[in-house]
């Protein structure tokens, strides 16, 4: 089975939607800004509906905002 992590922008799109904070982002999706700093930095991947409603402040389709990346494969992994 190929390994695979899940990657954002988050961050470059906060950036960009005249440099939202943390905290305006999370205000609006209903989570705490811990929650978004641990998305950005790929420490937790957030449910379905939260990745919608992230997309969806960016007003942008989820496949702009979150996308899977395929990990190298290691001899002997499984």
Do not use: C, W
């Not at 990657?7 to 950036?15: A, D, M, S, T």
């Amino acid at each position: 089975m190929k390994k695979s992590r899940l990657r954002n922008r988050v961050r470059e799109l906060r950036f960009h939607a005249n440099e939202m904070t943390q905290a305006q982002l999370a205000d609006q999706v209903g989570v705490t800004r811990q929650t978004i700093a641990a998305i950005e930095k790929n420490k937790y991947a957030p449910s379905l509906e939260t990745a919608f409603l992230i997309a969806e402040a960016f007003g942008k389709p989820i496949g702009d905002v979150f996308s899977m990346e395929a990990l190298p494969y290691v001899s002997g992994e499984k």
